[in-house]
């Protein structure tokens, strides 16, 4: 019965799975299932293996997290709803992290420590099991480890966690930073000037990835694999005009920080750069898309909200922000900024009137917000947010390719028109 679910479960992944995202299944390692069990000692959290693997585990806090770093695995988990709200787990998430490395972060309900984790040889119907014991700790006791190297775990026999037994870096006393616009800032390299001959560089920014799958749609489609999908459909339209060199940020499920895909687009020389989303929130009638430029000030708190959760991604992908330094502030005032963004006000507002020619748009449909994707000061750039995948029929419709090619050639015919735009204020 579970391997007829399993194969249920590749089919309707592979509707919505694009060329070049089947390469983790074709790694040696096979993630086959995931069990979460409490005991009296506290949680148990299992992954099956199809082999042996090592394994690094290392906690993050606010929120309080638990991260394992394997080699890149494929998953095959069967077609059933992860576990969750079970002893001391809120919920977990899984993915490619990086080339070479899938992840797993374990969202806990409060502090906790690891108290044992090893790797079980094959035994009673199973292959290898990764094995995590899971015991709540005081806060303190918990941030004492945030400092610690990390447990690794080899391919070997079971290793017991001992607290205290590492060398402990310096805990930050202050406040941990939260992903914020200001930590998202970038040292400015001169550009290069542009040939005026070159095709116009479009860079185009599937939204999440890997261990960030970003929003759950109602039916249970993730986020990651439709901004991909409709990433893919622009890129090749755009490509096929002649007049645009079009590159992704991503062209598989895998994670990218946000600040790497800014400086990607920096490092191409972008004429333009858009993020593609789409959102879920509670009311599931709310439909329609939206399509957001930066700004210091939201125009609305929905995409004060938006940005604020949207700007959580390397959060959610387990990525310690405590350690790292915000390089430059206030770019805002910067007048390549003020430029891009003038620029990036123009193409937001002519790629919806665009959109609203194929579908339906929101009423306020150009907001403004302080998304950290958006922050290359000398790159136009917007978020297209493509509805809301909390509503069945926003999500039926980003799930099929006639959909998805109209919205490409909307913002195809909005890439075309900013850039004539553009090109004749040249001239003037
Ligand atoms: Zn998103």
Known sequence: MRRVLASICLACLAVMAMPGSWSALAAPVVVT???VGENAAGTRFVLDLDSKVSFRIFMLADPYRVVIDLPEVGWRLPAQPLPRNTGLLNKFRYGLFKEGTSRVVLDMRGPVAVRKAFLLEPAAGYRYRLVLDLVGVSRAAFLKSVGDAGLEVAAGPPVTAKPGARPKKPVPTAAPERVSVSAAVFPLPLRKPRRTEEKRMVVIDPGHGGVDPGTVGVSGVYEKHITLAVAQEIKRQLNKTGRFH?????????FIRLRDRVSFAREKDADLFVSIHADAIKNRRVRGLSVYTLSEKASDSEAAALADK?????LIAGIDLTRETPEV???LIDLAQRESMNRSVGFASGLVRELARETRILRNSHRFAGFA??????VPSVLLELGFLS???DEAALRRKTYRTRLAKAVTR????YFARVEEAARK
């Open 33 to 35: 299932d995931v069990r």
């Open 246 to 254: 079009a590159v992704l940020t991503r062209e598989r499920d895998i």
């Open 310 to 314: 949207e700007n959580k991604a390397d």
């Open 329 to 331: 502030t206030n770019i």
């Open 373 to 378: 994707v958006l922050k290359a000061p000398d």
């Open 391 to 393: 509503n069945s029929q």
């Open 414 to 417: 909005a890439v075309d028109g």
